[in-house]
């Protein structure tokens, strides 16, 4: 051992230091990896664990997305259910006994009378109520003023002919609909009116033309000239406050406050004309 030089020691010592390095041999195979293995592996824990959180978080938003879509489709399907079995238009609307009894027309002349009315232009739902502080200077071309309605147009329009067909009392429409009695009678007044005021523009008295061609043979054959048939008719109407109203409405006849009207009618049946109202006092031939 000690015949070995120092020199040699020396230099092999000095040429292991010297020796290069094997990381350009790394480079070159990190090189041919792919951008995404490069970028894996460059990631740090904290980043992927940040991206596996915002992707779960991903997935729950999405399932409760799907969940509260699901829950408005179930809403939607209740209330159709709840509509099904509910007092009201959308109950009756597909059937002709029930519409003809509660409202004496078929859905599809319900449908009409209440297009007439609308006259295509939103009349019906710029109605102001009766009561209200605008209910006496009715603009229908107007937006309304005050609160909102509770129930559209068409439905308040279905419980003033049920009131006036069948009398159904203000209390049963009230639990039906849920709303207070009061609406329930500002909803008759002001629809009402509404009638009276868009149906007396129509002609009801019929042409000769139309009655010859719509009478009976029971007419043609002893009443050839018929026009119409006239008649009284009489209702019963609540005691006035007033007493000149009391003893203008007040019938002998009847011993009740009344109104009485002329009445014409065609020979098929159809109702051609209706004087104004008088008081139950007056005499038929003063009313003619």
Same mark, same amino acid.
């Given at each position: 051992? *000690?015949?070995?030089?120092?020199?040699?020691?020396?230099?092999?010592?000095?040429?292991?230091? +010297?020796?290069?390095?094997?990381?350009?041999?790394?480079?070159?195979?990190?090189?041919?990896?792919?951008?995404?293995?490069?970028?894996?592996?460059?990631?740090?824990?904290?980043?992927?664990? &940040?991206?596996? =959180?915002?992707?779960?978080?991903?997935? =729950?938003?999405?399932?409760?997305?799907?969940?509260?879509?699901?829950?408005?489709?179930?809403? *939607?399907?209740?209330?159709?259910?709840? *509509?099904?079995?509910?007092?009201?238009?959308?109950?009756?609307?597909?059937?002709?006994?029930? @519409?003809?009894?509660?409202?004496?027309?078929?859905?599809?002349?319900?449908?009409? +009378?209440?297009?007439?009315?609308?006259?295509?232009?939103?009349?019906?739902?710029?109605?102001?109520?009766?009561?209200?502080?605008?209910?006496? @200077?009715? @603009?229908?071309?107007?937006?309304?003023?005050?609160?909102?309605?509770?129930?559209?147009?068409?439905?308040?329009?279905?419980?003033?002919?049920?009131? +006036?067909?069948?009398?159904?009392?203000?209390?049963? +429409?009230?639990?039906?609909?849920?709303?207070?009695?009061?609406?329930?009678? =500002?909803?008759?007044?002001?629809?009402?009116?509404?009638?009276?005021?868009?149906?007396?523009?129509?002609? #009801?008295?019929?042409?000769?033309?139309?009655?010859?061609?719509?009478?009976?043979?029971?007419?043609?054959?002893?009443?050839?000239?018929?026009?119409?048939?006239?008649?009284?008719?009489? &209702?019963?109407?609540?005691?006035?406050?007033?007493?000149?109203?009391?003893?203008?409405?007040?019938?002998?006849?009847?011993?009740?406050?009344?109104?009485?009207?002329?009445?014409?009618?065609?020979?098929?049946?159809?109702?051609?004309?209706?004087?104004?109202?008088?008081?139950?006092?007056?005499?038929?031939? @003063? #009313?003619?």
């Amino acid at each position: 051992m *000690n015949n070995i030089p120092t020199e040699n020691l020396g230099e092999k010592s000095h040429k292991s230091k +010297l020796a290069p390095p094997r990381r350009p041999l790394i480079r070159h195979i990190s090189s041919n990896l792919s951008p995404e293995v490069e970028k894996r592996s460059s990631s740090s824990p904290e980043k992927d664990s &940040t991206a596996a =959180r915002s992707q779960i978080m991903e997935l =729950r938003v999405q399932q409760l997305e799907e969940q509260l879509q699901n829950a408005k489709i179930s809403e *939607n399907t209740l209330k159709l259910e709840i *509509n099904k079995w509910k007092f009201g238009l959308k109950r009756f609307e597909t059937s002709d006994c029930d @519409m003809n009894y509660y409202v004496g027309m078929t859905p599809a002349q319900f449908k009409a +009378l209440y297009k007439f009315l609308d006259a295509g232009q939103g009349i019906c739902r710029r109605l102001n109520c009766w009561g209200s502080d605008f209910s006496l @200077m009715q @603009m229908p071309y107007i937006e309304k003023k005050g609160q909102k309605r509770s129930i559209e147009p068409i439905e308040e329009l279905f419980i003033t002919l049920c009131r +006036l067909r069948v009398n159904i009392p203000e209390k049963v +429409l009230s639990d039906s609909y849920g709303i207070s009695m009061s609406e329930i009678s =500002r909803i008759f007044a002001t629809c009402k009116d509404f009638l009276s005021s868009r149906l007396v523009q129509l002609p #009801i008295w019929a042409t000769k033309e139309i009655v010859q061609k719509t009478m009976p043979e029971s007419f043609k054959s002893k009443y050839p000239l018929t026009r119409t048939i006239v008649d009284y008719t009489e &209702t019963f109407i609540e005691k006035p406050s007033c007493f000149r109203a009391q003893a203008e409405t007040y019938s002998t006849y009847k011993s009740h406050n009344t109104v009485k009207g002329l009445v014409g009618i065609s020979p098929h049946g159809a109702v051609t004309f209706v004087s104004e109202l008088y008081g139950g006092h007056c005499s038929d031939k @003063m #009313i003619v």
